[in-house]
Nanobody, 126 residues
Framework: QVQLDESGGGSVQAGGSLRLSCAASGRTISTSAMAWFRHAPGKQREFAAAVTWIGGGTYYADSVKGRFTISRDNAKNTVYLQMNSLKPEDTAVYYC???????????????????WGQGTQVTVSS
């Protein structure tokens, strides 16, 4: 019902910045919140950040708090992830995800999200 298309991935040196974009199309009215997850080789997929469409409340993983900023443009149905002070450990495939319901306690759980993008590679070198 909803398609998510990520863009903005690439390679950057440690300390640099990168901005990811996720454009939603289809039945976007059913989406209550959007999030970014990341999956590094040999690691479990982990939560990075989330934002609600109404109100714009944000949630961050401790590992990215203070460095990453998630935002949304309701008119454009687009979510952004501004990544600053990037570290090599931030290297991963980043996935955009959407969910129909909002349960604060599960904002960090990938299993609670209903729509997923194809992923975009982010590589941070030292």
């Amino acid at each position: 019902q909803v398609q998510l298309d990520e863009s903005g991935g690439g390679s950057v040196q440690a300390g640099g910045s990168l901005r990811l974009s996720c454009a939603a199309s289809g039945r976007t009215i059913s989406t209550s919140a959007m999030a970014w997850f990341r999956h590094a080789p040999g690691k479990q997929r982990e939560f990075a950040a989330a934002v609600t469409w109404i109100g714009g409340g944000t949630y961050y993983a401790d590992s990215v708090k203070g460095r990453f900023t998630i935002s949304r443009d309701n008119a454009k149905n687009t979510v952004y992830l501004q990544m600053n002070s990037l570290k090599p450990e931030d290297t991963a495939v980043y996935y955009c995800a959407g969910r129909r319901t909002i349960v604060i306690a599960t904002m960090r759980s990938p299993g609670e999200y209903d729509y997923w993008g194809q992923g975009t590679q982010v590589t941070v070198s030292s």
